[in-house]
Nanobody
């Protein structure tokens, strides 16, 4: 069964850090781009970061640029999202998903229609 599983969410104070993990099972991630998305209550899902499979190029949405870092460890079939300097507006459910087509390059803004194998999400709450 092809699936992605996110973990690492939680409650953190403003200015704090979290690292999210996205582990793949049932397929090998290394040739696929992987995106991180988030959805806050009452808002649409938005793509915030992506790392390509073929050349590891990265895309970041302006709201997270300079604070979040996406990386991948193909040996562990895992993609990470390091989140620093967290703000209350970062509160959301965070999802990872893989490009539907292998060897796709990450190009922003991310289009959810080009991604699949969505995980179940992990909640990130930034609050004092």
């Amino acid at each position: 069964q092809v699936q992605l599983v996110e973990s690492g969410g939680g409650l953190v104070q403003p200015g704090g850090s979290l690292r999210l993990s996205c582990v793949a099972s049932g397929f090998t991630l290394d040739s696929y781009g992987v995106g991180w998305f988030r959805q806050a209550p009452g808002k649409e899902r938005e793509g915030i970061a992506c790392i390509s499979g073929i050349d590891r190029s990265r895309y970041y949405q302006d709201s997270v640029k300079g604070r979040f870092t996406i990386s991948r460890d193909n040996a562990k079939n895992t993609v990470y999202l390091q989140m620093n300097s967290l703000r209350s507006e970062d509160t959301a459910v965070y999802y990872c998903a893989a490009h539907l087509r292998p060897q796709s390059i990450c190009v922003g803004p991310l289009n959810t229609d080009k991604f699949g194998s969505w995980g179940q999400g992990t909640q990130v709450t930034v609050s004092s």
